[in-house]
């Protein structure tokens, strides 16, 4: 079950043309559920993280996921950057002109929304790693395990049926054609028989 957010974070209908300035710049949504939730992670992994630097080696592979973390948040940027240069637009409050459907979208219907459940297992993954040689820590442990299921949770039931339905208005043949092909989190639908 999913539903359609009705809230100025999602103001669709008072959106703003592709071509022309919207009245006042606003975060998406999906930025500040993304920013919110790295900078828990931030406050729950870093103090962790901190109290273990004497261990030398055995925090190697933390430089190595803090990398891949970096690497997903440039991964959004030129996501969003190849949506706006193609005629999209990720914003929710502008109207795109063009339903983009190739480059990483020929893949994923929401591939800054996927690069962001990656970053958030590889915070996972950290605070499993450093919990592996630090004190027990329950709530920071129950903060990395919640925060993905809880973003996969906002995102595919709410903030993407509401993005979803806005792209169907917009593009209606197009986006179903476009669904019935590729899957909303990741991979490519089989052709029907």
């Not at 703003?16 to 606003?26: C, D, R, T």
């Not at 999906?30 to 103090?47: N, Q, R």
């Not at 996921?65 to 950057?81: N, R």
């Not at 919640?146 to 593009?171: G, K, Q, S, W, Y």
């Amino acid at each position: 079950m999913s539903m359609a957010l009705k809230s100025s974070l999602f103001d669709e209908p008072a959106a703003a043309a592709a071509e022309a300035a919207p009245k006042k710049f606003k975060f998406a949504a999906t930025f500040v559920v993304d920013l919110a939730i790295s900078l828990v992670y931030v406050a729950a992994v870093v103090p962790l993280w901190a109290g273990e630097t004497d261990r030398g080696l055995v925090l190697a592979p933390t430089f190595l996921i803090g990398v891949a973390i970096l690497i997903c948040y440039v991964g959004k940027v030129l996501v969003v950057a190849y949506l706006n240069r193609a005629g999209g637009d990720a914003r929710t409050y502008v109207k795109s002109s063009a339903l983009v459907v190739d480059g990483p979208y020929a893949w994923s219907r929401n591939p800054t929304y996927l690069l962001a459940m990656i970053q958030f297992l590889l915070w996972l993954a950290l605070a499993f790693y450093l919990q592996a040689f630090a004190p027990w820590r329950p709530l920071t442990l129950a903060a990395a395990v919640l925060l993905p299921a809880l973003f996969f949770f906002v995102n595919d039931r709410v903030i993407m049926p509401t993005e979803e339905a806005m792209l169907r208005r917009l593009h209606p043949e197009e986006f179903d054609a476009y669904a019935s092909r590729v899957r909303r989190w990741i991979g490519r639908k089989s052709a029907a028989p």
